[in-house]
């Protein structure tokens, strides 16, 4: 049973890249109900931690404990129940329709005379209600390979709802993605958290909106994570500018009164 001591709990971990850079040691704990944006520049290791979150890519040391369960030691199916990722780029050649995409995320749940069937039984409310929220609804026939990049992105974010799992990690998640799908997206994510108190971890690199959105940032540089907290302690530091090499200017935005970053 997840409590709300701590959903994810990642201790000593590291990995290390053949002939590449090495990824911590990092340790952390993440209780559940929490909107995470992993920020840090370019090759800093956010897609990698996000993937031996997932299960993705094994840790050399450390452990990763999700819902009380050794991530390492889980069956696929298993973990498809306790973590849904969406990836940074796209494979577009299998040919199916964007229900059918999102039907897939529906696998972790059945048995297996259930995954023989040509189309399996699904909830069909919360199907219309997750392709809605998307703004899938009127897409739900198109052929996936016929999407533009930020459409597709949408169809695999719809996929991981519908997987309903209580970690949903998400790499760039509006990248492609127009300022209007993009903040309806945004939105979307943060409802899930807030309301039904899923826990999202992202890697994000738009510094001017993320603290918007996130509730806690980590900062990952070179391989490590040298800072977290909550958006307004971690935006209003010099680390920052020390780690893009570059000047910020913290800004309280004039609506909310949210952390905000801008170039000068």
Do not use: C
Not at 65 to 88: D, E, H, K
Not at 109 to 131: F, K, M, N, S
Not at 132 to 158: I, N
Not at 212 to 241: E, F, K, N
């Amino acid at each position: 049973m997840i409590t709300d001591e701590a959903l994810v709990t990642v201790e000593n971990m590291t990995y290390t890249w053949p002939g590449g850079p090495t990824i911590g040691p990092i340790s952390i704990a993440l209780p559940p109900g929490r909107l995470v944006a992993v920020i840090g520049p370019n090759g800093a290791g956010k897609s990698t931690l996000l993937k031996l979150m997932a299960g993705f890519l094994p840790p050399a040391t450390g452990t990763i404990v999700i819902g009380g369960r050794q991530l390492p030691t889980l069956t696929a199916q298993s973990r498809a129940q306790l973590v849904a990722f969406v990836p940074q780029s796209l494979d577009t050649s299998f040919d199916l329709t964007v229900e059918e995409v999102v039907r897939l995320g529906y696998l972790n749940r059945l048995t297996w005379r259930d995954r023989l069937a040509v189309r399996p039984h699904v909830d069909a409310d919360r199907l219309d209600a997750i392709l809605h929220k998307t703004g899938l609804h009127r897409l739900r026939e198109r052929p996936f390979t016929t999407l533009s990049g930020g459409e597709a992105r949408r169809v695999l974010l719809a996929a991981a709802l519908v997987q309903d799992t209580p970690l949903l990690l998400l790499d760039e998640p509006t990248t492609h993605l127009d300022p209007g799908h993009a903040v309806t997206f945004l939105d979307l994510v943060r409802e899930m958290v807030h309301v039904e108190r899923k826990t999202v971890v992202m890697a994000y690199h738009d510094l001017a909106s993320v603290g918007l959105y996130a509730d806690v940032l980590w900062v990952m540089h070179r391989g490590q994570l040298v800072a977290h907290g909550d958006a307004q302690s971690i935006l209003s530091s010099p680390l920052l500018t020390d780690i893009y090499r570059v000047s910020l200017v913290y800004l309280a935005h004039p609506q909310n009164q949210k952390p905000v970053l801008i170039f000068p």
